[in-house]
């Protein structure tokens, strides 16, 4: 199947095609290489450039560019690890630089072959010819001319991009997010933002696109994506979970993942990542709380309280924490009374002012 090219005559025409079509496909591209003269703004041809046909008519190339998929392969992989390697290093051995978290998630990189090539021609119209006289003989004293013209500093063609953009099938490995159904409301909207910029460590989120994230995860009316509120009960337990599990770790004095990072030797660096991982799994926790209702969030607590327990064990009695587990749950309990009973003084005086 012959393939079809199209030609822009200026660059910021190009970019608009292409920023149309990224909205359309819901892809995104970026420059993995570009010649020097391609964003010249004034061409300089030299005479010893070949001279290119298409469709009866000769050009010139000027410089190219090429773009690819966003998702594409990881070409800093070097650099990323040399980079980590380095922060290591000044971790262990200055005691003046502080470690910075691993980075939990993966690269977006997921080496997606969709690419296209932009190349800057001139087009030498004056020059076409029918493709009935087209001969090798005809074609050489075309080519002749115009390195003549090209050294005696005379204006050759027109200049112009040529280029054949991927279509949706060309992209691999990744989803192609689709346009939802309905408008979004103000926390849909931050988690699309979010999720664009990026900073969403909840894999739940970041393995599903936004729509489908929204109709199957979210909670709801199944023909409305707004986000009900919960009931104030409801509320007051989730509210006193969260704030017992951010808050326990300091409280009964258990040292900090940072605290302990400096002290790692170099052959316990591997625990340290698994640790990292706990501590952003403890963090994802977080955020599920949030969408659970009152019986999800006691089977929850159930089942956090049977790992604790069981890991509780494996730990010398000289590291154990101070405070026993039923403490904390007796913490729990006592927070979310106390929070119940905010709401009843607040919902008994709004009924009384009304």
């Given amino acids: 199947m012959e393939t079809t090219y199209k030609i822009c005559k200026s660059f910021s025409e190009f970019q608009e095609d292409l920023k149309n079509h990224e909205k359309c496909t819901y892809s995104k591209y970026v420059v993995v290489r570009s010649e020097k003269k391609f964003s010249i703004p004034e061409v300089i041809i030299h005479d010893k450039k070949k001279v290119y046909w298409h469709d009866d008519t000769p050009y010139l190339k000027v410089g190219i560019r090429i773009y690819a998929c966003h998702r594409g392969k990881d070409t800093n992989l070097y650099q990323k690890k040399k980079y980590a390697e380095d922060r290591d290093n000044k971790a262990l051995n200055d005691h003046t630089f502080t470690k910075r978290y691993n980075q939990m998630k993966p690269s977006k990189k997921l080496d997606c072959p969709a690419s296209f090539t932009v190349t800057r021609i001139l087009r030498i119209l004056d020059q076409k010819v029918r493709a009935s006289r087209v001969t090798k003989q005809v074609r050489n004293r075309i080519s002749k001319a115009i390195k003549k013209k090209i050294s005696d500093r005379e204006l050759v063609?027109?200049?112009c991009f040529i280029y054949n953009l991927p279509k949706k099938e060309n992209h691999k490995f990744h989803q192609m997010e689709t346009a939802g159904s309905n408008d979004q409301n103000g926390r849909i909207k931050h988690l699309s933002n979010v999720l664009e910029r990026g900073k969403s460590n909840n894999e739940t989120v970041i393995s599903k696109p936004t729509d489908m994230f929204v109709d199957t995860d979210l909670p709801g009316d199944e023909e409305n994506t707004h986000i009900n509120c919960f009931d104030s009960s409801v509320l007051g337990d989730v509210a006193a979970t969260v704030e017992v599990v951010a808050g326990t770790l300091e409280e009964e004095g258990i040292p900090s993942v940072s605290e302990e990072h400096g002290q790692l030797k170099p052959s316990e660096c591997n625990r340290q990542v698994l640790i990292d991982q706990c501590n952003a799994s403890l963090r994802n926790l977080q955020n599920i709380f949030w969408y659970l209702d009152e019986e999800n969030v006691a089977n929850l607590s159930t089942a956090l309280k049977e790992i604790v327990n069981e890991f509780s064990g494996k730990v010398p009695s000289d590291n154990r924490s101070i405070h026993p587990l039923e403490l904390s749950c007796e913490n729990i309990q006592?927070?979310?009374?106390?929070?119940?009973?905010?709401?009843?003084?607040?919902?008994?005086?709004v009924s009384f002012v009304s």
């Fill in 334 to 349: 006592i927070r979310t009374e106390e929070f119940c009973h905010q709401n009843k003084e607040q919902n008994r005086n």
């Fill in 157 to 159: 063609g027109e200049d």
